[in-house]
């Protein structure tokens, strides 16, 4: 087994493999198996485009694809759980359930509207005495979807597909939307005989559900991992760009069932692999953000202008904040992927309080001295116990999904006005005092108190507030 950080070694390594085969063989399958997020489909790509330039034609068929959709996953599961496996017109009832939640925003799914127009749907289909537990099933297997679990994809079907490629046939091309959640029809055929390399990717496949039906002689078999910290960011991330889902309902699902889906089935299907590949944030991911933060920061290295300042100052605001770091286990920790959790301390509770947590990615290069970040607000303020009971549920969570604690700082932030000028202060635990200004003040006064603030001379604090009045 092989184990690879470099995309350029591991892309070439399957190169290698694929010619080995093709020399006995008319077709060689690639496989790519991991966790969510861990980067299978830009590693699918990045082998695709490195074959055709060796002059192989591959396909890239998606696991994800072979998704039955909410329709058919909820209702499968009920006929099972519920049902013993024994309603009749089981792919009627689908098109029927499908057909009514088909437009309706993801975490709004099998609302009242949707299960009263399923219940007239199906009349005929079930026994009117089953139709109650039938709806109320629905309900409750959807608010416990696990869409990180094998029977969430039709593997078989899969398997069928690569063999008739195999066998220069023809297969119609399947279609997932992770907007409605559903199967979409399709009409584009891919023709095997064109084809001298199927690349398959997805969470399980390396499933045996899966090996076990196609001939295991012509695989190359992969499994892509990276550290907890982009299997996490790339999840929620992904989803709020592609989904319907809230944050909120990523994150909850996140910890609640993909976490052990990745622990307890995707990871052991790890040891069947010809090769591993760390797939961990690239610095292009770094550079994105939902928001840029630009702001100037300066160390006070003078107390008198701190006293100076805070004299004549009007103090806004003044809260004790403490933000705890994550980092993955072994991850090489960068102060340009920062996961912040932020506390505030409660007087009245005698606690710190969590608020919101943050993803701060790489820094850009500028020359003006200006801090400017990409942010990525993952749980915003007032959304924390919509997701935890606590901290230390928010941290035990963390620690299962194999996140340590890189480090925790305490600080005083304390926002001040002087005149129009807005100031924040933050007097940071075991690292010092620092002054923040808004990005839009004038740089020569900024100048102003840079320079004082690095000498014994006071600030000249009559030309400051004039100047802001």
Not at 108 to 125: A, H, S, T, V
Not at 227 to 241: G, P, Q, T
Request: hydrophobic residues 35%.
């Amino acid at each position: 087994m092989e184990k690879l950080k470099s995309a350029s070694r591991w892309k070439y390594f399957n190169v290698d493999r694929t010619e080995e085969i093709l020399e006995h063989s008319k077709k060689a399958v690639i496989l790519l198996a991991g966790a969510s997020s861990s980067g299978k489909s830009f590693s699918a790509k990045l082998l695709q485009e490195t074959l055709e330039e060796q002059g192989y034609k591959s396909v890239v068929l998606s696991t994800d694809s072979y998704n039955k959709g909410i329709s058919g996953i909820i209702c499968d599961k009920v006929n099972q759980k519920f049902f013993k496996g024994k309603l009749e017109n089981i792919e009627k009832i689908k098109e029927i359930v499908k057909k009514c939640i088909y437009n309706t925003d993801f975490s709004e799914k099998f609302n009242k509207n949707d299960l009263i127009n399923i219940k007239n749907g199906i009349k005929g289909l079930i026994d009117k005495n089953d139709i109650p537990l039938f709806l109320r099933s629905l309900k409750s297997e959807f608010d416990i979807i696990n869409f990180d679990e094998p029977s969430v994809y039709d593997l078989k079907k899969v398997a069928r597909d690569i063999n008739k490629l195999v066998a220069n046939e023809t297969i119609k091309e399947k279609k997932y939307s992770k907007v409605v959640s559903e199967q979409l029809p399709r009409d584009t055929v891919i023709d095997g005989s064109k084809i001298d390399v199927v690349i398959v990717e997805g969470i399980y496949a390396l499933e045996d559900e899966l090996l076990d039906n196609i001939d295991q002689n012509i695989t190359v078999k992969n499994f892509i991992e990276s550290d907890a910290k982009s299997l996490f960011l790339r999840r929620v991330i992904r989803d709020a760009k592609t989904t319907s889902a809230d944050n909120c309902f990523t994150i909850g699902l996140y910890f609640k069932y993909i976490v052990p889906s990745y622990i307890n089935g995707i990871l052991p299907n790890k040891v069947k692999a010809d090769c591993i590949f760390k797939n961990d944030m690239t610095f292009s991911e770094l550079h994105s953000g939902d928001v840029y933060e630009t702001k100037q920061k300066y160390r006070v290295k003078n107390a008198q202008t701190l006293k100076d300042l805070l004299s004549v100052a009007k103090v806004v605001s003044k809260e004790k904040q403490r933000d705890i770091y994550f980092c993955g286990k072994d991850e090489d920790v960068s102060g340009e992927n920062l996961l912040r959790l932020r506390t505030i301390f409660d007087p009245d509770k005698n606690q710190y309080v969590p608020t919101s947590l943050v993803h701060k990615g790489a820094i850009k290069s500028r020359k003006d001295n200006k801090i400017t970040r990409p942010i990525n607000l993952l749980i915003k303020e007032g959304d924390f116990f919509k997701i935890f009971t606590s901290e230390q549920d928010f941290v035990d969570n963390m620690k299962f999904a194999q996140f340590d604690i890189e480090r925790i700082t305490k600080k005083t932030r304390t926002r001040i006005k002087l005149g129009e000028l807005e100031l924040t202060i933050d007097d940071i635990e075991g690292e010092g005092v620092f002054i923040e200004f808004g990005n839009d003040i004038d740089f020569n006064v900024i100048q102003d108190i840079i320079d004082k603030s690095k000498t014994n001379q006071p600030i000249p604090l009559t030309h400051l507030t004039e100047k802001h009045k």
